[in-house]
């Protein structure tokens, strides 16, 4: 009996595991815990029988004063710790890295062109790995010294043969950092532990059954590759894995319910649908909006992240939409132009809510052909994907009276002198930040009450809802204290005038000098207010259904911090506009996820 294999693990498979496991634990989801259990399982499950074989055929051996003892099938304890605790560090590797993925957006279409090169990259990866099977059989048959390396292709071969032909798009596909760098990265690091191990003693690779070529001096070629293998296989898994969800995920018209831990037999159907069942049209939206939303928003492209299933895609799908709204009115040309755009917008809802019967506003070819006719080519998608079917009219038919308030400011033949400034008092500004956030707020709850399986009563959601609302004017008032400059730029003082009265000031005042210091007491003021709304509403967080809780948390405390930055002065600007540095953007969605 002795300590040696277990010294291993407690020097150098357990410390990462507990650095992962801490780093990731605020991200940790439930479909996570079944991705890791599900692998984990499946390792060790095909990994005994063949380690078993090995150690009985002696090719790797273990002294016996380096094992504490239990043995199964002839397998040390401390070896089946092993199966699981190098799944599970390569499983969390890859969760980490992949965290901000949307998978939907590497999802491919079958678009005419694009299939050929992905054809040959999997028939190419389908032959290498055919031949690296036959080579493998064929050094088992001969026996020998290639016996080791045979037996580690033949056993690994078909599995990562059979996981590479059902996602070989989405291997390709996914950025390397989700890919290679969590094979090579707990590769290069069990190099270096297998190398001391074995230098150590701990355990042996007999000799007569390895070809005794080595990658470095004390590691084994037959080790080099087993450890890159079984990396491969743990990604490999949980890329088919994800692949499957995003295929689940995006298509509602292919799987209308998808269960929050979806069965093998789902995910695998859902791996063999061939592209030309996708729906192309839906995939391109998603792709659009979330560039839309990654280019637009660093705040809430960070908290999309952190949402999960279908309720993640129709944010983003709102956000797109809201966006698409916003910038059609503020960029017009002239006020006339943008307020055609309002009225186009809001005919656009008089058709999209016209019918009750139909879900999807594609299912409806007038309001299809409307958007075709009548908007930009790069907002269409936009439009026709909001979840019109899961949203109430009210709040959106606000926000674009919201926007009108924004047209008030202009007057296209007016001086800018006589210039108007609608926000004359703080009713004035209350009423705006809830039309054009209050009702942003009010729809991501409807979403979230969509998609959370978890009741709530009518009163409880008309009470988030309440507080929903509130919280969006927060953010608004936020998004007007830091804007003073830009938005005086343009014409636009939202400070009330009362507010600058008692100052002896008029807007004229702030345009002409947005960066006086007496702003900065204006600034305060928005700020006050905007954290005295915050701090009513955030308690309500912690009665949304839970797997929303977190998310929302951060989606709010990520803008927020932008409140915070201001209030402490010394700020970064890009563009023109205060931002929270990507670090401290980080630990807030940390710390606001480690609330639960
Ligand atoms: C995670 C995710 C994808 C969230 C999407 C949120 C969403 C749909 C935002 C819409 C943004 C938008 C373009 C609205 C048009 C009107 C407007 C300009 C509103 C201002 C937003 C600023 O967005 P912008 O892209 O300009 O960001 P930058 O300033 O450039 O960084 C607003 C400040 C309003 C945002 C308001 C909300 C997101 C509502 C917040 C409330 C909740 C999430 C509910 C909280 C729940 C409880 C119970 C308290």
Known sequence: MGFDYAWVHLNYTIPPAIILSLLYRPFFTRIDAYK?????????????????????????????????????????????????????????????????????????????????????????????????????????RKGGEGTYLGLILVWAGPFALFLWSLAYQFLVALPYTSTALPILGPTLYLWVVDTMALRRGTWAIESGTKLGIHVWEGLEIEEAVFFLATNILVVFGLVAFDNAMAVLLTFPRLFPQVPTLPSPVLLIEALMIGCAKYDLARLDAIKQASRRLQSKSRSFYLASSVFTGRLRIDLIFLYSFCRVADDLVDEASSEGDAREWIIKLTKYLDLAYQSKETWLITEQPDVCSYITNNFPESTQSALRLLPTHILSFGPLYELLEGFKTDLDFHSDNAAKSSRNFPISNQQDLDRYCGRVAGTVGELCLELVFHHSKSPLTISQKENLVREGGRMGVALQ?????RDIATDAKIGRVYIPKTWLKAQGLQPQDILANPDASVTERFRESLLKRAFTAYLTSRDAISQLPSDARAPIRVAVESYMEIGRVLVKKGYQVREGKATVPRLRRLKVAWKALSQG
């Open 477 to 481: 008032l936020v998004n007007i204290a």
């Open 36 to 140: 890791v259990l599900f692998l984990v399982s499946i390792a060790v499950i095909a990994t005994i029988p063949w380690d078993s074989y090995l150690i009985r055929r002696k090719i790797w051996t273990y002294p016996p004063n380096v094992i504490i003892g239990p043995t199964f099938l002839a397998i040390p304890a401390e070896e089946l710790f092993f199966f699981v605790i190098q799944t599970y560090n390569t499983a969390l590797l890859y969760l980490v890295l992949s965290k901000p993925i949307l998978h939907p957006n590497y999802l491919l279409g079958c678009f005419p062109g694009h299939q050929t090169p992905f054809k040959t990259i999997r028939n190419t990866g389908q032959f290498f790995l055919a031949v690296c099977i036959l080579v493998g059989g064929h050094l088992v």
